[in-house]
């Protein structure tokens, strides 16, 4: 296995010569001020931003992707009515500039293109230069929402310099972001650099909101949709303190925000949820039931304040927002944080043993069933991820899911860890010395940080566990690693109907992908191919989420030797495709202790499975 992919990109004209170099402009440090008026009316967030300095003119940009979303979004095309003036109000040429950047990148051993579109606004000089412009912002269930990189124009040579944002909104509507104001009440925020600014989302107008008080910090959660109605809302409140509390005292009793926002959009189920992080906030696509699986994403995605949002490798952030981010640790960052959520909620009392069992059998099952496993191991899901969907990435993995290898990973290195040092060392110590590396903006970790803290605890068999674990495909050994901890992993053979796919939509996805093929369906069906039909009718709901369910409900139904019609979206075409179920078997699993473990591995697996007293 590889650990760097070869690609190059290639910039081409289309329509309007090809730009080489961005105007220089002398670093200034100066604020770049940001105005939004919200018109609930129009449908629309009318932006103004002035920009100080700029005797040379400025080059601007939008985010073609935003962090935690690996996955290009071409959020240029939202942009509407883009003007420029000087400070008497004068009219200033604009130039539009759109780029395609192509990348070659290999396949199954040939070689693949995708295109990347880059717009760019040139502006001509002014001693100051103030743009404005329109994004799309419709009014659902009475609020608003919108998130930074889709909505805030940067200047390709200001990101670093500071940002206020003042936020204009209709008489009597709130205003909730993670961003400070800078006096209570004035509705004007800061941000030390532009990727503050875009990694603090806003919500507003009618919504339902609660707050409670962690280690001595306001916490806000806002909901908003008609479903929020139906939710239990001190059970969700208990359910985001007690994590807010969790986590930071596994932090040493340290958060790393000011205040909090859990933004959620409440939708009409049961249970589940999905998320996206930012620095002092999250937003979440929430079940109103808040079950069980809802509250691992609220764990998982407050566990991002520090793993990602902080702990992170050095290419996520500063960002280059003209193109993905390559990182072969996004397994730590997603898979190992998604394994503290259900480790700590264990550990600190919410679950129990047979909860904490039966997440271990989910993402194991979840990574088997994948044929990609014997392929690709959690390095190559993470530094590959921008290849995935015909080039334009995604955000769960290349080819495999990063959240499902990353949390096993996690798992067996913790238990191996423990194994090697007979209990000395666990991984929180490698999660520990990361957090002091990274912390209070220091720069990210280089690559290889966490092979070296895993020897720097374990010595070098630590270092060959990760080589096992991480840079091979299938080199778990999950058997033999529960077994240090007394445990065994118990197979049953399952006849069951193969539809020859995979398929599924994250947070923020506009359409359910295809994320894996068998032997039987390749040449037919296409890695990243949008399924919008099956059977003649198309998937039902306004959401990917609902879309999902919508196939899914079609899936279970499956007969062996009965085709199934799919409508699929390819390279912006609509395609039909005819699948064949056909009868197969596979293995189901179960965690449980062993009867004949060692004192050894008792003690082990006790130690891993302690909880502990905790009062939030």
Known sequence: M?????????????????????????????????????????????????????????????????????????????????????????????????????????????????????????????AETTIQYDVPSLLS?????????????????????????????????????????????????????????ADNPVSTGDLTVDSYISRGKKHWIVMRGAPRAKVDRAKLLKACKFVSDMETDFFGDRAPYDHYVWHF??????????????????????????????????????????????IRSKVLGPFDYTKLPQSGAIWWLEGVTDYYAYNLLHRYGWTDDAS?????VSNLTIVRRNPAHTQIGPNEASMRVDEDSNGRGNSNGYHISYYNLGWLAGMCLDIEM???????????????ALWNICRDDKPGFEEEEIRNQLVKFGGKPMGLAYDRIVMWADGMQIEQTLAKAGLELVAKPQPFVEVGFTYGGGFGATA????????????????????????????????????????????????????IKLAVIRAGKTVNVEVVPYSASRDTYAVQRMKNATPDQQALGTAWLATKKFKP
């Open 2 to 126: 590889r650990s760097k992919k070869q690609f190059h990109w290639i910039g081409i004209k289309l329509g309007v010569p090809f730009v080489v170099a961005a105007a220089s402009i002398a670093a200034s440090q100066a604020e770049v001020k940001y105005t939004v008026e919200v018109k609930p009316d129009a449908g629309v967030l009318h932006v103004t931003m002035q920009i100080p300095q700029t005797s040379n003119g400025c080059m601007l940009q939008l985010p073609n992707w935003g962090p935690g979303g690996y996955r290009l979004n071409d959020n240029f095309t939202r942009v509407q009515h883009l003007v420029a003036t000087d400070p008497d109000g004068k009219a200033l040429k604009v130039d539009t500039k759109v780029e395609i950047l192509e990348k070659r990148y290999e396949e199954s051993g040939s070689y693949k293109t995708a295109s990347n579109r880059l717009c760019t606004w040139i502006v001509a000089p002014a």
């Open 141 to 197: 269930d009475g609020s608003i929402h919108w998130g930074g990189p889709a909505t805030y124009i940067y200047e390709t040579s200001r990101l670093r310099d500071k940002c206020q944002l003042d936020i204009k909104v209709p008489k009597g509507w709130p205003i909730y972001t993670g961003l400070n104001e800078t006096k209570p009440g004035s509705h004007s925020y800061t941000a030390k650099t532009y990727d503050v600014l």
């Open 265 to 310: 959009a409440v939708n009409n189920s049961a249970d589940g949820a999905g998320g996206l992080e930012h620095l002092s906030s999250t937003e979440i696509s929430l079940a109103q039931g808040v079950g069980p699986r809802a509250v691992d994403v609220l764990a998982h995605e407050f566990f991002h304040l520090w793993n990602v949002k902080r």
């Open 356 to 360: 904490y069992f039966d997440t271990i």
């Open 418 to 432: 423990r194994y090697q040092t007979k209990g000395k060392h666990t991984l929180d110590d490698v999660e520990q």
């Open 512 to 563: 359910v992908k295809v994320t894996s093929v068998t032997a039987a369906v390749s040449g037919k069906l296409e890695l990243g191919d949008s399924i919008v039909g099956v059977n003649g009718v198309d998937l039902e709901g306004d959401n990917v989420r609902a879309m999902t369910a919508s196939l899914a409900r079609e899936m279970r139904g499956a007969v062996a030797g009965k085709p």
